[in-house]
């Protein structure tokens, strides 16, 4: 009986020190302007460092879109930055539009997952082959298109789909795609495989379900199918192209945090490039080949 | 609570007033905390990002479908993992001089396996193996996936197992020995019965831990709850998927947890009554 009220007293003072700490922590608002004009000087811009531009990628980031010091290695975004790549070239192109040089560019890891948590984000733009849709574009900020893309099934010679030359001949494949990919839209959409598909986390996993023959093919953006059929799958071939999913076509945006000012100038960067041929040299240096589209 | 003699010990015990002021005190230091959230500066997006309802509605069907395939990896596991850890543990704590081998091969597979990531685990077996394309030998990820866990969480409970043997008093052995049983049936009818009763509640709470690390298999390509959680999330920006998982793994393990406290008070009553008689 004694006891009670005093662990009540102990528990109401627990109650308010607890509130006094978060109310000292809780005036930190990071709200970004939006009512900004389109005036992109690098001296305007609401950077993450002033002076500098932070672009975010995953690590390792793979050719084609970054080309590490080796031909056909994978670049570490930790190391020294590399310019060669598609990503890698869309990335320094933009920051040349936005007045940056290439010593202002300054590179951050950022996993997948790290680019929609909620609050402040530690990068001016992520480049990481990111699909637009309506629902992402919530939780983010998206560019316009800096890559339409297709996406591509890969396989290995011997396979029961490696001479397959229409969609109906996937349909008893068992196939696998990456977390976080629109892959897995391309095969429940269009596909429609009599088996559900594999789900791996990266795309290490992905090429290892390969080479361990637990699936008969994986589905990846074409221009990950150009080199994982060349470099990382042994035997590897790409079956075909697929159709876009739903006649619509799917695009990779640069992702900003939500309500970034940055988005505008961004896409008058992009569509500045795209107008001037840029972008289509960048495509034709380091996204070459081809593939027929299945139907 | 008709009875105000025998009012819940987490209460407080007691009168009425008691149980007020706990209750007030339980709705201040609550509310407090709350209000603290609710009023943060951030709490308006992580609400967005980790509290949507529309996304919860949404993903809850699917994730509770895929929820069927840990169920099914979980028992699967615990039927070996039960058999393979006593086994473990009984060829541990051999005595003589000739099994000493046997001794270090079980205290080595133990150490192994205790101390090598889960996750390493399960992609050496799950890819590994399989890459090696022997014939006769399963790709089934789900099979190598399994397995892992079998390995790992048997290295685990052969340990509770271990400690539960060797809290069998030795006098109990000897007796069953003076009284003609060999070594084996001592084993089998005296020390191994008294063992696994008194680690039933740790080998539950092994038990718990199995069911929320079977969302590892997903790491080789089966869609289970979390990997099912992960792909609405990735798809849609949105955390809340995550958290249908987290509600449906609790539901999950309470019925567990409940029924491990309800043994716990029946072993206590029971050894009390012991102790009595």
């Known amino acids: 009986m004694r006891r009670t009220p005093f662990s009540a007293l102990l528990l109401a003072s627990l109650a308010v020190l607890a509130a006094s700490c978060g109310g000292s922590s809780s005036n930190t608002t990071t709200t970004t302007g939006s009512a900004q004009t389109a005036s992109c000087s690098k001296a305007t811009l609401e950077l993450t460092t002033p002076g500098k531009l932070t672009i975010a990628t995953d690590n390792p980031s793979f050719p084609p879109w970054f080309i590490g010091k080796k031909a056909d290695s994978p670049w570490d975004p930790t190391t020294t930055p590399t310019k060669k790549g598609y990503e890698a070239g869309v990335a320094y192109a933009v920051a040349h539009k936005l007045g940056f040089t290439d010593q202002d560019v300054v590179w951050k890891v950022q996993q997948f997952t790290q680019l929609f948590k909620p609050g402040s984000k530690p990068y001016d733009f992520d480049i990481n082959q990111v699909s637009y849709n309506p629902k992402r574009a919530k939780a983010v900020g998206f560019s316009n298109s800096y890559y339409d893309v297709e996406q591509a099934v890969v396989s290995y010679k011997g396979s029961k789909i490696a001479n397959a030359k229409s969609l109906a001949d996937l349909k008893d494949a068992k196939l696998g795609y990456q977390i976080g990919t629109t892959s897995g839209d391309a095969i429940n959409d269009t596909i429609k495989p009599s088996q559900s598909a594999n789900v791996y986390s990266d795309s290490n996993a992905v090429v290892a379900a390969i080479k361990a023959h637990q699936v008969d093919g994986v589905v990846v953006d074409f221009p990950t199918a150009l080199y994982m059929s060349a470099v990382q799958v042994p035997n590897g071939v790409i079956v075909g192209r697929l159709p876009s999913t739903g006649g619509k076509q799917e695009h990779f945006g640069l992702v900003t945090s939500k309500g970034s000012s940055l988005v505008v100038c961004l896409n008058k960067a992009l569509s500045e490039l795209r107008a001037d041929g840029t972008l289509n040299q960048l495509q034709q240096k380091w996204i070459a080949g081809g593939a027929p589209v299945l139907s | ?277």
């Open chain 2, 1 to 277: 609570m008709n009875d105000p003699g025998r009012a819940s010990r987490i209460l407080g015990g007691g009168a009425g007033r008691s149980t007020a002021i706990a209750s007030v005190s339980t709705l201040v230091v609550f509310g407090a905390i709350a209000l603290i959230v609710v009023n943060s500066a951030g709490w308006p997006d992580v609400k967005e990002a980790f509290f949507n309802w529309d996304e919860f509605t949404y993903s809850f069907p699917k994730i509770l479908s895929a929820l069927k395939l840990n169920i099914e990896i979980f028992l699967v596991a615990e039927v070996f993992i039960l058999v393979f850890a006593l086994a473990i543990a009984i060829l541990r704590g051999l005595p003589g001089p000739v099994f000493f081998p046997v001794r270090l091969l079980a205290t080595a597979y133990t150490d192994v396996f205790r101390g090598i990531p889960t996750i390493l685990v399960i992609y050496l077996l799950g890819f590994g193996v399989p890459a090696l394309q022997l014939s006769g030998v399963p790709s089934s990820e789900l099979f190598w996936g399994t397995a892992s866990l079998v390995l790992v969480y048997s290295a685990y409970v052969a340990e509770v197992y271990r400690a539960g043997i060797d809290s069998v008093h030795p006098s109990q052995d000897a007796a069953a020995r003076s009284l003609g049983l060999t070594r084996a049936q001592s084993l089998r009818f005296v020390v191994v019965p008294q063992a696994v009763r008194r680690v039933v509640p740790p080998l539950l709470n092994d038990f718990i831990g199995l069911q929320k690390d079977t969302a590892l298999v997903a790491l080789l390509g089966p869609v289970e709850a979390f990997r099912e959680a992960q792909i609405i999330s990735a798809a849609d920006f949105n955390f809340t998927p995550y958290v249908v998982a987290a509600v449906l793994f609790i539901a999950l393990t309470i019925p567990l947890a409940r029924f491990t406290d309800w043994l716990i008070a029946r072993e206590r009553k029971r050894r009390l009554a012991g102790g009595l008689r």
